[in-house]
């Protein structure tokens, strides 16, 4: 059949054949998967088994369920002091990469470029191809522990510029910034007059100081698109739910895309997003404080090992760098994948600046993790062991 | 609840090197805590969870819950009583309660017999006791916090970004 052009000119994903030569071997201990290993919790699971049992089976508002957003706006203004008004500014999305992708389609017109921090979530690029924009990829430095810096900002921005990407706490990298930090980024984005996309989908998985969302910054609020969800913190991802805060207009924009792809997110997705708002503060703490071990033993045992990495501040990925092991981080991943049956995931997934370092997700038991350090150790230095 | 503790508590067999790698302290202080919860008693003893019914060698153990209606001493109250009850082998837990009845003991046995003829027997008889009502466990599906059946395969996907 004739396809698309531009379709057709997004580069196939070079991680593809890596995913399937893991996917066709037995018995793997996996540091690679991009999602809890926590069921999502009783409660929520049960509220949508009854809610399925007494009916819930309609489309919803395009919007999404007015309690819903009534409990999100609640929320986030608990959490953060955020006022966003449930009638106009929040939207229900089918997860964060839908709330994405209407987010750059709602904004950008043709040849607009948008500023994507690498290393990147695959994702972000492609889409704001395909909505008709450029992405100006921004090369983060390593020794800046793969930081974004106001610099880099002015650095990469022309007059064509109309918005950046900031995904914090990050995947890969698990790196987060403080309210400081941000506030020097939120200073360049008002002087070049740019539109923040915040994907903080890691927000509640912060470990080492409270997280700040970036609507909260002083005159950052209209100009945010604030993007969230259910998948990370409560153990949710397969029920793709998640949300977009912002100004009405905007707002107002994604939808009228949504209406016309999605109509809505699921309805017992919702009724599960209402119990987890409610009830599921503290399943919320349980795991948080299980990542927190796990970061603190997977940081320590990489750098024991001789893979050093700097410590995460949030998120579940750490991000070493294995140059030492003189290895391309896809050959690293492929050899380490075939003689030790650990995987990870290359860092060239997340972008070519990524080169030198794999990413290892600690979303798996202790025991898994202490195999794997064993694993990867021995692979490191077979004559050691 | 402290973090060491914690990480005990749902597994006895982390390490003192290990513990300190995730609370990010050095293993001589977790040895020192450890030492001081065994000291004080915190840290009675370290056992191991068994789903007995996939023991195969030997009968599967009975267990009953047996409500205990009991006249208390004018001076120690309920303890004399649990005290004299608790020092059975057979009795594995027990426990003062509110509402209806006032001891709970937990027995195992090899089998019904032994649990029967030890509340017919011992209990039952016992000065102070006024009365006693067994019940059976049928099934265990789970047992302090632990689900008694093997952990269910990760559903994930083996790699996703």
């Given at each position: 059949?004739?396809?698309?052009?531009?379709?057709?000119?997004?580069?196939?994903?070079g991680?593809?054949?890596?995913?399937?030569?893991?996917?066709?071997?037995k018995?793997?201990i996996?540091?690679?998967?991009?999602?809890?290993?926590?069921?999502?919790?009783?409660?929520?699971?049960?509220?949508?088994?009854?809610?399925?049992?007494?009916?819930?089976t309609?489309?919803?508002?395009?919007?999404?369920?007015?309690?819903?957003?009534?409990?999100?706006?609640?929320?986030l203004?608990?959490?953060?002091?955020l006022?966003?008004?449930?009638?106009?500014?929040?939207?229900?999305?089918?997860?964060?990469?839908?709330?994405?992708?209407?987010?750059?389609?709602?904004?950008?017109?043709r040849?607009?470029?948008?500023?994507?921090?690498?290393?990147?979530?695959?994702?972000?690029?492609?889409?704001?191809t395909?909505?008709?924009?450029?992405?100006?990829?921004?090369?983060q430095?390593?020794?800046?522990?793969?930081?974004?810096?106001?610099?880099?900002?002015?650095?990469?921005?022309?007059?064509?510029?109309?918005?950046?990407i900031?995904?914090?706490?990050?995947?890969?990298?698990?790196?987060?910034?403080?309210?400081?930090?941000?506030?020097?980024?939120?200073?360049?984005?008002?002087?070049?007059?740019?539109i923040?996309?915040?994907d903080?989908?890691?927000?509640?998985?912060?470990?080492?100081?409270?997280?700040?969302?970036?609507?909260?910054?002083?005159?950052?609020?209209?100009r945010?698109?604030?993007?969230?969800?259910?998948s990370?913190s409560?153990?949710?991802?397969?029920?793709?739910?998640?949300?977009?805060?912002?100004?009405?207009d905007?707002?107002?924009?994604?939808?009228?895309?949504?209406?016309?792809?999605?109509?809505?997110?699921?309805?017992?997705s919702?009724?599960?997003?209402?119990?987890?708002?409610?009830?599921?503060?503290?399943?919320?703490?349980?795991?948080?404080?299980?990542?927190?071990?796990?970061?603190?033993?997977?940081?320590?045992?990489?750098?024991?090992?001789?893979?050093?990495?700097?410590?995460?501040?949030?998120?579940?990925?750490?991000?070493?760098?294995?140059?030492?092991?003189?290895?391309?981080?896809?050959?690293?991943?492929?050899?380490?994948?075939?003689?030790e049956?650990?995987?990870?995931?290359?860092?060239?997934?997340?972008?070519?600046?990524?080169?030198?370092y794999?990413?290892?997700?600690?979303?798996?038991?202790?025991?898994?993790?202490?195999?794997?350090?064993?694993?990867?150790?021995?692979?490191?230095?077979?004559?050691?062991? | 609840?402290?973090?060491?503790?914690?990480?005990?508590?749902?597994?006895?067999?982390?390490?003192?090197?290990?513990?300190?790698?995730?609370?990010?302290?050095?293993?001589?202080?977790?040895?020192?805590?450890?030492?001081?919860?065994?000291?004080?008693?915190?840290?009675?003893?370290?056992?191991t969870?068994?789903?007995?019914?996939?023991v195969?060698?030997?009968?599967?153990?009975?267990?009953?819950?047996?409500?205990?209606?009991?006249?208390p001493?004018?001076?120690?109250?309920?303890?004399?009583?649990?005290?004299?009850?608790?020092?059975?082998?057979?009795?594995s837990?027990?426990?003062?309660?509110?509402?209806?009845?006032?001891l709970?003991?937990?027995?195992?046995?090899?089998?019904?017999?032994?649990?029967?003829?030890?509340?017919?027997?011992?209990?039952?008889?016992?000065?102070?006791?006024?009365?006693?009502?067994?019940?059976?466990?049928?099934?265990?599906?789970?047992?302090?916090?632990?689900?008694?059946?093997?952990?269910?395969?990760?559903?994930?996907?083996?790699?996703s970004?």
């Amino acid at each position: 059949m004739r396809t698309s052009k531009l379709v057709q000119n997004i580069p196939p994903s070079g991680i593809r054949v890596f995913f399937d030569l893991v996917l066709g071997m037995k018995d793997v201990i996996s540091l690679g998967i991009g999602e809890p290993d926590f069921v999502t919790p009783w409660n929520i699971r049960e509220a949508a088994i009854f809610s399925i049992e007494e009916g819930y089976t309609s489309y919803t508002s395009n919007k999404g369920m007015i309690e819903l957003r009534k409990d999100i706006s609640e929320y986030l203004k608990n959490r953060y002091g955020l006022g966003y008004d449930p009638l106009d500014e929040i939207l229900i999305t089918v997860g964060v990469s839908e709330a994405f992708d209407l987010a750059v389609r709602a904004i950008i017109n043709r040849g607009d470029k948008i500023l994507v921090p690498e290393p990147y979530y695959v994702s972000y690029g492609p889409l704001v191809t395909l909505a008709g924009g450029k992405p100006v990829f921004i090369r983060q430095s390593p020794d800046n522990g793969f930081k974004l810096t106001p610099k880099d900002i002015l650095k990469y921005c022309d007059g064509k510029t109309r918005a950046i990407i900031l995904n914090y706490p990050n995947n890969p990298t698990g790196v987060s910034y403080t309210r400081k930090e941000l506030n020097a980024i939120a200073k360049v984005i008002l002087k070049k007059n740019l539109i923040m996309i915040s994907d903080e989908i890691y927000g509640d998985l912060t470990y080492d100081f409270d997280h700040t969302a970036f609507p909260t910054l002083a005159k950052m609020r209209e100009r945010t698109i604030y993007l969230n969800g259910f998948s990370k913190s409560y153990a949710m991802t397969g029920w793709r739910i998640g949300y977009a805060c912002g100004p009405k207009d905007v707002i107002a924009m994604m939808t009228k895309i949504h209406q016309y792809t999605m109509l809505c997110a699921p309805i017992m997705s919702q009724m599960a997003a209402r119990e987890a708002l409610k009830n599921g503060e503290k399943s919320i703490r349980d795991m948080k404080r299980e990542y927190k071990r796990r970061r603190e033993y997977v940081v320590s045992g990489l750098n024991e090992i001789g893979l050093p990495c700097h410590k995460p501040e949030g998120a579940f990925y750490a991000f070493p760098s294995i140059k030492n092991s003189g290895l391309s981080s896809m050959e690293f991943a492929k050899r380490l994948l075939e003689k030790e049956r650990v995987a990870l995931v290359p860092g060239t997934a997340f972008g070519p600046a990524c080169e030198g370092y794999v990413r290892i997700s600690y979303a798996s038991s202790i025991s898994n993790i202490k195999e794997a350090l064993i694993r990867i150790k021995r692979f490191l230095c077979p004559q050691s062991s | 609840m402290n973090e060491i503790l914690e990480i005990l508590e749902k597994d006895a067999r982390m390490t003192p090197e290990e513990i300190a790698r995730m609370t990010g302290s050095s293993a001589r202080a977790v040895k020192k805590t450890i030492k001081k919860f065994e000291k004080d008693g915190v840290i009675l003893k370290y056992k191991t969870v068994i789903n007995k019914e996939l023991v195969k060698d030997e009968g599967t153990d009975v267990r009953a819950l047996i409500e205990v209606k009991v006249t208390p001493k004018k001076d120690t109250g309920f303890n004399y009583l649990a005290e004299r009850i608790y020092q059975f082998p057979e009795v594995s837990a027990c426990y003062l309660m509110s509402g209806t009845y006032d001891l709970l003991v937990v027995v195992e046995g090899k089998n019904i017999h032994t649990v029967s003829n030890f509340v017919s027997s011992k209990l039952a008889p016992m000065e102070n006791v006024r009365g006693t009502v067994t019940h059976f466990i049928l099934k265990k599906y789970k047992e302090d916090g632990d689900i008694l059946r093997q952990a269910k395969r990760d559903k994930r996907e083996a790699i996703s970004l």
